[in-house]
T-cell receptor, first 113, second 110 residues
Framework: SQTIHQWPATLVQPVGSPLSLECTVE??????LYWYRQAAGRGLQLLFY??????ISSEVPQNLSASRPQDRQFILSSKKLLLSDSGFYLC????????????FGEGSWLTVV | RKEVEQDPGPFNVPEGATVAFNCTYS??????FFWYRQDCRKEPKLLMS???SGNEDGRFTAQLNRASQYISLLIRDSKLSDSATYLC???????????FGAGTRLAVHP
């Protein structure tokens, strides 16, 4: 069966510090991978999606970036965090085998102080 | 107009009540529809897909009305454990075209 993991689960970072969130998927090949952000009391905002290794599409301008160094690995990064980057970050995947159903990782809570 | 709209609630209902949520979408070319459940500080999890003919899973019934462009979720015999936020998700085609509603919060009380 397919599983998705992301880490760290929680982190508190000072303004201006770097960020790296990592996500891996197991049990499927060539998944579409996504990074979403959910601000407090708000809906999910798509940040990045990837249809293959090295292929990244950005949905919104921001100081975040994403990379996909391996088929089942997706990384969200920032060189300098802003207070507004605080939120709940979710990695997710879809694949042909899952139809259009999207599955989420456990999420990472980021607080920028 | 938002692509997917939901009543944010909260819906406060007693145990055993029947409650219904609606979700409207703006893109008539939308292809697939889902309901997700999200518990506080947790990731969203698939509750059920929504099919054109309507579908039922235990106490949960989902329906699609393409003419009026809305989907609904009916929960019968509400349990305390049903308390959560329910997200409507619409797929309009393409890899990035999964649109999430902001969610409807349900609180079931004794």
């Amino acid at each position: 069966s397919q599983t998705i993991h992301q880490w760290p689960a929680t982190l508190v970072q000072p303004v201006g510090s770097p960020l790296s969130l990592e996500c891996t998927v197991e049990g499927t090949s060539n998944p579409n991978l996504y990074w979403y952000r959910q601000a407090a009391g708000r809906g999910l905002q798509l940040l990045f999606y990837s249809v293959g290794i090295g292929q990244i599409s950005s949905e919104v301008p921001q100081n975040l970036s994403a990379s996909r160094p391996q088929d089942r690995q997706f990384i969200l990064s920032s060189k300098k965090l802003l207070l507004s980057d605080s939120g709940f970050y979710l990695c997710a995947w879809t694949a042909v085998s899952s139809g259009n159903t999207i599955y989420f990782g456990e999420g990472s809570w980021l607080t920028v102080v | 107009r938002k692509e997917v709209e939901q009543d944010p609630g909260p819906f406060n209902v007693p145990e055993g009540a029947t409650v219904a949520f609606n979700c409207t979408y703006s893109n008539s070319a939308s292809q697939s529809f889902f309901w997700y459940r999200q518990d506080c500080r947790k990731e969203p999890k698939l509750l059920m897909s929504v099919y054109s003919s309507g579908n039922e899973d235990g106490r949960f019934t989902a329906q699609l009305n393409r003419a009026s462009q809305y989907i609904s979720l009916l929960i019968r015999d509400s349990k305390l454990s049903d308390s959560a936020t329910y997200l409507c998700v619409v797929h309009t085609g393409g890899y990035n075209k999964l649109i999430f509603g902001a969610g409807t919060r349900l609180a079931v009380h004794p």
